[in-house]
């Protein structure tokens, strides 16, 4: 499996509406005048005072030349704090308009330094142009911004999400989880729904990580909260992917990959007919392959899929003796499992979930207690199906 994709939380909006039209007072003051702007008076000099209204009136013109022209002269005048804060909002207004990320960020670098900008503000700055670094790959940037936006919302969960994801682009998936498991948290506290994307992202950090600890429960998080058949594949093929369960145990795997559709490559088909030839389970085995073959991710008639088959053949007109009890489960969980699946089999699902539920509670269960785990969260899916 690829890695998990991952997204992006969304930021704040920060423009509620920019006045554009500017008015001055004192005008016949002859070293500036007053510019009153998004709710803040301005000391500009008269001849930043012209090329900026100019700038105004043209902000939602869509006359993309004519901004251009007067964007370069009001870059020219605007030598004054007070100039160049109005002149950043323009920016931020016009570029937003062009989706011009560089002209955008070259305004919020202005706005988010300059101490006329209302504290209500600012927070929706540092959002936004930490997603313009995202966006341009600048990790370290996204990450102060959100940082600094951290320290003035701690209690905003979408920022922690943020944060964490421009921690695992720097490499640091253990900081990145942290962060992500916060944004989590935060949200139960306040009694809001965990989004799917979360999940999918915590999953995603221990793939990428290679966390198999914080792998193993963001599977187990994942199927419970999400149950969809893909989401189900995801967290099945991560834990595969971290826990690597071998001999009996990778067999019992596979069944719960069966059981649940998470079985989706002819490799893995391939692969449980051939573990399950060797436990001296050929008929299974066979049965596996027909299911491959049905779904039309296998090809009877290609390699290695015919050598399988005919190997099986052979082994359901010669049972091999002895294989069953090389590939017996090592530990009290597996034989549980083991237990749980032939109950199932039998139509016996109270019994089988009893099992389950034995292995699952077993401190020495390892990884046959998330097997229990998993096959006991799908089963009562099932039931919540019917």
Not at 128 to 142: E, L, N, S
Not at 229 to 254: C, H, K, T
Not at 329 to 342: E, I, K, M, W, Y
């Amino acid at each position: 499996m690829g890695t998990v994709a991952l997204r992006l939380a969304a930021a704040p909006m920060f423009l509620s509406g920019l006045g554009c039209a500017a008015s001055s007072t004192n005008a016949q003051q002859p070293v500036g005048t007053i510019m009153e702007l998004d709710g803040s008076r301005l000391a500009v000099s008269p001849q930043e005072m012209r090329a900026l209204s100019e700038l105004g009136n043209l902000v939602r013109s869509g006359q993309r030349g004519a901004q251009d022209r007067a964007l370069a002269e009001a870059r020219r005048v605007s030598n004054g704090s007070d100039a160049r804060y109005a002149l950043a909002l323009y920016e931020v207004e016009i570029g937003t308009q062009r989706d011009d990320d560089t002209m955008r960020a070259r305004a919020l670098d202005v706005l988010i330094a300059n101490p006329l900008t209302r504290r209500d503000r600012l927070p929706g700055y540092l959002g936004i142009r930490g997603q313009i670094a995202y966006r341009m790959g600048d990790f370290a940037a996204a990450g102060e911004f959100w940082g600094r936006l951290a320290e003035l919302t701690p209690s905003d969960p979408d920022v922690f999400a943020n944060l964490a994801q421009a921690r695992l682009a720097q490499g640091d998936a253990p900081g990145a989880m942290d962060l992500l498991m916060r944004a989590i948290a935060a949200r139960g506290a306040a009694h809001q729904p965990v989004p799917e994307g979360w999940y999918r992202q915590r999953l995603g950090i221990a793939q990428q990580g290679h966390l198999v600890a914080p792998g193993i429960d963001a599977a187990r998080a994942l199927v419970s909260a999400y149950p969809s058949p893909a989401n189900w594949r995801a967290a099945l093929s991560v834990y595969r992917q971290l826990a690597l369960p071998e001999g009996a145990m990778e067999i019992d795997f596979f069944r719960l990959m069966r059981h649940v559709g998470a079985l989706a490559q002819a490799a893995e088909y391939q692969r449980m007919a051939q573990l399950l030839g060797r436990l001296g389970e050929p008929i299974e085995a066979k049965a596996v392959l027909d299911e491959g073959i049905a779904r039309g991710l296998l090809d009877a008639g290609t390699s290695p899929t015919r050598e399988i088959i005919a190997e099986m053949d052979r082994a359901v007109a010669n049972p091999r003796s002895g294989s069953t009890q090389r590939s017996a489960p090592t530990n009290r969980a597996g034989a549980q499992v083991r237990l749980g699946l032939s109950r199932l089999l039998a139509g016996r699902r109270a019994e089988a979930e009893a099992a389950f539920r034995a292995a699952e509670e077993d401190p020495a269960g390892g990884g046959y207690a998330d097997i229990a785990y998993f096959w006991l969260t799908s089963l009562a899916q099932d039931s919540a199906l019917r």
